[in-house]
């Protein structure tokens, strides 16, 4: 049995559906014994543990280790906590959830090879030693997973203590919500959920690691992937945002009036979701029945004496955010919706704009030490991209793709040897762009960006970004360049109009009408498939 490497001091591990016979095994592990343990059921039939009622909850509440039982193993197909440095799968040959665990373990894989960001490992195989002979563990390691946001305080310093040595650093951070009654906790078994800013992480982080206890705390940083989806708690503009605009209560710091609200909103939608017990209008989506707060009488006790009315339903909640800002691009959206599934179906139900091949490549800071411009500029254009406008991103146009785009996810370890360099404006002047463009055609380039990736890639992140439909590349523009939208939409057209029908004979047509309306068809059957599970 190997050992778990490249931990915090006491980092935390986080268990689901252990039965008390695997809990004592879990208990009793030699390798786990210098975690702080949690154990979390779908039900609390067996034994006295934590609950959680959705598997967005799995991804979202991971720990550096988390090891899945019974039903949690469904998150190995969907909604996989890559967070963790370590995913350990109780692999029982009795248990009915083993094929859900075996099919999901082929499918990480396998998506590992295709995308780097995904990539997993298998790190160790060893014997649970239960009665039953059959029975394993098997120990998954995510390359590019970031540390836990979970930490814990001892009762003697308590939150007021870790407050007080918070204030004393002279550095920004913020309770993010439920600080009513502080320094006292909100409620019993709750836990202080804090944003600081990043000189202040790894500091607070070493604190919290000396003096572990009972307390709980979570931890988010500006830049610091934080959830299932591996971005940042909010996008970064708004947690800069939020910390620069804090105010002093019961002599701690915390949001303003307007920022708690925003920030409690987001919270809920992009977050929680379903498991946050608001209404949605869609009949087929249930939200939970027994949340861990009222989350929409919260809402509307901070809205109140702004003489705000947000919403009641999930969805008006998310247009309420849209209209003053606070909604993130669609792009940081389609993350967010990995573990979230309201956000999935809201966000498919949304208009969209017209399909055009419209796409948006940006080149890594990292890239540039391995590749030149001239050789991938060869490349996109044997994929059939053609470039409308290229640029080397520097001072406020860099800012604002690092600190808006993809809610800040430009890698999975924050280092900047990922962060955005270099814009390509393009759209696909093949046979199956024009396509597309004149019949209707769906679209989908993510086989031209694993093919580029494949070419150019050096590591376990992708050096390469690109948008998946041009909805996502029209919020770029609008962001980066704003009012060229029309201009490029215009070329995109005008090139079209230069291509004769001969160009385009049935025969062909019909074979192209056929692989692309295939690989979308696929595509979106994969992601149907994984809001089922």
């Known amino acids: 049995m190997k050992n778990?490497?490249?931990?915090?001091?006491?980092?935390?591990?986080?268990?689901?559906?252990?039965?008390p016979r695997l809990r004592q095994v879990i208990d009793d592990n030699k390798s786990l014994s210098h975690t702080s343990k949690k154990y979390l059921s779908f039900s609390t039939s067996h034994f006295s543990a934590y609950t959680y009622s959705s598997?967005?909850?799995?991804?979202?509440?991971?720990?550096?280790?988390?090891?899945?039982?019974?039903?949690?193993?469904?998150?190995?197909?969907?909604?996989?906590?890559?967070?963790?440095?370590?995913?350990?799968?109780?692999?029982?040959?009795?248990?009915?959830?083993?094929?859900?665990?075996?099919?999901?373990?082929?499918?990480?894989?396998?998506?590992?090879?295709?995308?780097?960001?995904?990539?997993?490992?298998?790190?160790?195989?060893?014997?649970?030693?239960?009665?039953?002979?059959?029975s394993l563990f098997v120990v998954l390691k995510n390359p590019n997973a970031t540390v836990t946001s979970h930490y814990s305080i001892n009762q003697e310093i308590g939150y007021s203590g870790f407050l007080d040595y918070l204030n004393e650093t002279g550095k920004k951070y913020v309770v993010l919500r439920f600080f009513e009654k502080l320094p006292e906790e909100n409620r019993k078994g709750g836990d202080l959920d804090l944003l600081v800013e990043d000189d202040l992480e790894g500091v607070a982080a070493c604190f919290l690691a000396k003096n572990p206890g009972t307390k709980m705390v979570d931890m988010y940083s500006v830049h610091s992937p934080a959830n299932a989806a591996r971005i940042p708690y909010h996008t970064?503009?708004?947690?800069?945002?939020?910390?620069?605009?804090?105010?002093?209560?019961?002599?701690?710091?915390?949001?303003?009036?307007?920022?708690?609200?925003?920030?409690?909103?987001?919270?809920?939608?992009?977050?929680?979701?379903?498991?946050?017990?608001?209404?949605?209008?869609?009949?087929?989506l249930s939200p939970c029945l027994d949340p861990d707060n009222d989350y929409l009488s919260k809402i509307y006790s901070i809205?109140?004496?702004?003489?705000?009315?947000?919403?009641?339903?999930?969805?008006?909640?998310?247009?309420?955010?849209?209209?003053?800002?606070?909604?993130?691009?669609?792009?940081?959206?389609?993350?967010?919706?990995?573990?979230?599934?309201?956000?999935?179906?809201?966000?498919?139900?949304?208009?969209?704009?017209?399909?055009?091949?419209?796409?948006?490549?940006?080149?890594?800071?990292?890239?540039?030490?391995?590749?030149?411009l001239p050789q991938f500029r060869s490349a996109l254009n044997d994929c059939g991209l053609h470039i409308l406008s290229e640029e080397g991103l520097s001072c406020e146009r860099l800012k604002l793709a690092a600190n808006h785009l993809r809610g800040g996810n430009w890698s999975a370890t924050n280092s900047p040897t990922f962060l955005p360099q270099h814009i390509f404006v393009l759209f696909d002047s093949s046979i199956?762009?024009?396509?597309?463009?004149?019949?209707?055609?769906?679209?989908?380039?993510?086989?031209?960006?694993?093919?580029?990736?494949?070419?150019?890639?050096?590591?376990?992140?992708?050096?390469?970004?690109?948008?998946?439909?041009?909805?996502?590349?029209?919020?770029?523009?609008?962001?980066?360049?704003?009012?060229?939208?029309?201009?490029?939409?215009?070329?995109?057209?005008?090139?079209?109009?230069?291509?004769?029908?001969?160009?385009?004979?049935?025969?062909?047509?019909?074979?192209?009408?056929?692989?692309?309306n295939l690989r979308y068809f696929r595509s979106r059957l994969a992601a149907r498939l994984k809001q089922l599970v």
């Open 432 to 516: 199956n762009g024009l396509y597309c463009r004149k019949y209707g055609g769906k679209y989908d380039p993510r086989d031209k960006k694993e093919r580029l990736r494949k070419i150019f890639d050096v590591h376990d992140q992708s050096m390469i970004h690109m948008t998946d439909n041009t909805h996502q590349s029209l919020e770029y523009l609008e962001l980066l360049y704003p009012h060229t939208s029309e201009s490029v939409l215009t070329q995109i057209s005008a090139f079209d109009r230069t291509i004769s029908h001969s160009a385009l004979p049935p025969v062909k047509l019909a074979r192209v009408a056929f692989s692309v």
């Open 303 to 372: 809205a109140g004496p702004l003489g705000i009315q947000p919403g009641s339903t999930l969805e008006e909640l998310d247009e309420y955010m849209g209209s003053v800002g606070w909604k993130p691009h669609a792009d940081t959206l389609d993350l967010l919706s990995s573990a979230n599934k309201w956000l999935a179906v809201h966000n498919y139900m949304l208009p969209r704009a017209q399909e055009v091949t419209l796409t948006i490549c940006v080149l890594k800071v990292g890239f540039f030490s391995y590749h030149g």
């Open 236 to 284: 970064p503009f708004l947690s800069q945002k939020i910390l620069d605009e804090a105010i002093i209560y019961n002599g701690y710091k915390v949001p303003s009036h307007i920022n708690y609200l925003h920030s409690f909103i987001y919270h809920c939608l992009y977050h929680k979701g379903l498991s946050s017990g608001i209404p949605t209008k869609y009949t087929n």
């Open 55 to 134: 598997s967005d909850e799995v991804a979202q509440g991971c720990g550096e280790i988390t090891i899945l039982a019974g039903r949690s193993l469904r998150n190995l197909i969907a909604r996989y906590p890559y967070r963790s440095r370590y995913v350990v799968f109780h692999a029982d040959f009795l248990s009915p959830y083993l094929f859900l665990a075996v099919l999901g373990f082929l499918r990480r894989y396998f998506l590992g090879l295709k995308n780097p960001n995904s990539r997993i490992r298998v790190y160790d195989i060893y014997l649970a030693k239960l009665f039953n002979p059959f």
């Open 4 to 19: 778990y490497c490249n931990l915090s001091s006491i980092p935390a591990c986080i268990v689901f559906d252990a039965s």
